[in-house]
């Protein structure tokens, strides 16, 4: 099962080679760093870092960086305590989804923070495509993510805009 196709990166990657990145915290920080001091993590996963990959300026503990579109982050990562995937997910491509979750599953060792649009965006890729190409509502990536995990292990999260995303905490086992 393919995680991406060649041409959904090189149109992240016309669109990164033409915007200045931004370093700002992410908005999901606190929540990391309070889950991160629960289950005495040593190391984090940006899924999805982007070409600014600024979790690692403002996390007390080792990040990993990936994104397969910036070529700087491509490597496959390795396995870390937390993985975090925030706003990552609305952009891959719809018949790769399964394969990324699984993916993104398969490198968390104790814990996952998850945060996705669940609304079309105004933007788009450089070929006119939609900016958000996976689009489905709070409670399909609940019953979606929930699978992932073991029974009672996913925990919704407030988000910002209800309706609008949804977040959760997915852990290995329970705490």
């Known amino acids: 099962m393919a995680r991406f196709s060649p041409a959904h990166i090189a149109l992240y990657q016309a669109h990164y080679a033409t915007v200045t990145p ?100 105004t933007k788009v890729l450089p070929d006119g495509s939609p900016w958000h190409s996976f689009i489905k509502p709070p409670r399909w990536w609940a019953e979606t993510l929930e699978a992932l995990a073991l029974p009672g292990t996913c925990e919704a999260l407030p988000v910002d805009r209800p309706g609008l995303e949804y977040g959760c905490l997915l852990r290995r086992k329970a705490w």
């Open 22 to 121: 931004r370093m700002r915290p992410p908005r999901g920080l606190p929540l990391l760093e309070e889950t991160a001091a629960a289950i005495w993590a040593t190391s984090v996963l940006d899924y999805g870092c982007g070409p600014v990959a600024n979790l690692a300026a403002f996390m007390g503990l080792p990040v990993i960086n990936y994104d397969p579109a910036v070529p700087a982050y491509a490597a496959e990562p390795g396995p870390a305590d937390v993985v975090v995937c925030m706003h990552v997910l609305e952009h891959v491509e719809p018949e790769c989804v399964t394969a990324v979750l699984l993916h993104l599953w398969g490198l968390t060792r104790k814990a996952a923070l998850v945060m996705v649009s669940c609304q079309p965006s």
